[in-house]
């Protein structure tokens, strides 16, 4: 999160013509993000899915301490509730443990967040994740692949985008990040920064680095003889939160027991619990990249929502 309100983006029919060169910098800049994040994928084995749009069952976003929903979408078809996809972690769960043994996808997230986040510059309402996810995958694993990938994104646009990094004034300050990223523990941020630790994270740190350890939902892999979480945050500087992944949990007991010590509704996931009951759920890792937030950090935008051809704004409705 930012500590500074931000001036909000307006609505494409309103932009001026320097306003609108901008915009067409920026979607440039979208586009060959997307292009490169899913060909590198795909060249790693990664399997491309359809994303889901509503279903029984979505991410409950429950405890984790980030999460402000103000209003959970539900409608009924066919004489069921079902929900807007919140995010796709327990559906990527199920795909990796059957079927595909790596795989991602271009997941919409609908997530009505409190107004007051409007101003953070971080929050649209509807925003698009990169979602991965692979069999029998360590945290380090997905560590390592997300740090190729963003080092050779950064690499590919200096070379592919250097026109509209420069129209946007990043072509000289955007540089390849040092590899593997500094670490650091989220109990050790709360020693030095207090409970605002993400803000001044952010403010100080000039390369992308990794959070660990962060008490979170009930598919988060937790060592409960120490109490340690083995998930990771990516924050990038001056932004913040752009990538939140973990090791899944995976047997039964234990997804038992944390959804019944967080409140939990069990029956809300009963096909994922019968699927561990039955040995069939299994060991995965994976994240979930804000794609809004990746292209605000390249191009420099003051608001995630400046990235959005129409922007999604907390509190915020446009006509289109």
């Known amino acids: 999160m930012k500590a500074k309100l931000v001036k909000l983006p307006k609505p494409l029919?309103?932009?001026s013509g320097e306003e609108l060169e901008r915009k067409r910098a920026i979607a440039r800049v979208m586009t060959l993000t997307l292009e490169y994040l899913t060909s590198s994928l795909i060249r790693e084995g990664y399997e491309w899915l359809l994303p889901v749009i509503l279903s029984r069952v979505t991410d409950p976003l429950w405890p984790d301490p980030g999460a402000s929903i103000?209003?959970?979408l539900e409608v009924e078809i066919y004489g069921v509730r079902v929900r807007a996809t919140l995010s796709m972690i327990i559906h990527k769960m199920v795909a990796c443990s059957l079927a595909y043994p790596k795989l991602f996808v271009l997941s919409p997230n609908i997530r009505v967040e409190r107004r007051d986040r409007a101003w953070t510059g971080l929050h649209a309402y509807e925003f698009t994740q990169l979602d991965f996810e692979a069999r029998g995958a360590s945290s380090r694993d997905i560590m390592g692949l997300v740090e190729k990938l963003l080092r050779g994104l950064v690499e590919h646009l200096k070379k592919s985008a250097r026109e509209e990094l420069s129209i946007l004034g990043r072509y000289g300050v955007l540089r390849v990040p040092d590899a593997p990223f500094r670490v650091y523990d989220r109990e050790d941020l709360e020693a030095k920064y207090g409970g605002k630790w993400e803000v001044e994270l952010a403010r100080d740190i000039?390369?992308?680095?990794?959070?660990v350890n962060i008490p979170r939902q009930f598919y988060d892999y937790e060592d409960f003889e120490t109490g340690r979480w083995d998930n990771y945050d990516l924050y990038l500087p001056g932004?913040?939160?752009?990538?939140?992944?973990?090791?899944r949990e995976w047997e039964y007991e234990k997804l038992v027991k944390k959804m019944e010590r967080d409140g939990v509704r069990k029956e809300n996931y009963a096909l994922l619990l019968r699927l561990a009951r039955e040995g069939r759920l299994k060991p995965t890792a994976?994240?979930?990249?804000?794609?809004?937030?990746?292209?605000?950090?390249?191009?420099?935008?003051e608001h995630v929502c400046e990235v959005q051809p129409f922007p999604r704004i907390p509190g915020v409705v446009y006509e289109l």
């Not at 000039?206 to 959070?211: G, H, K, M, N, S």
């Not at 932004?239 to 939140?244: A, F, H, Q």
């Open 239 to 247: 932004l913040g939160e752009v990538l939140s992944g973990a090791r």
């Open 70 to 72: 103000e209003k959970r």
């Open 13 to 15: 029919e309103e932009l």
């Open 286 to 301: 994976g994240a979930g990249i804000g794609v809004e937030r990746l292209v605000a950090w390249v191009v420099g935008a």
């Open 206 to 211: 000039r390369e992308p680095v990794w959070v």
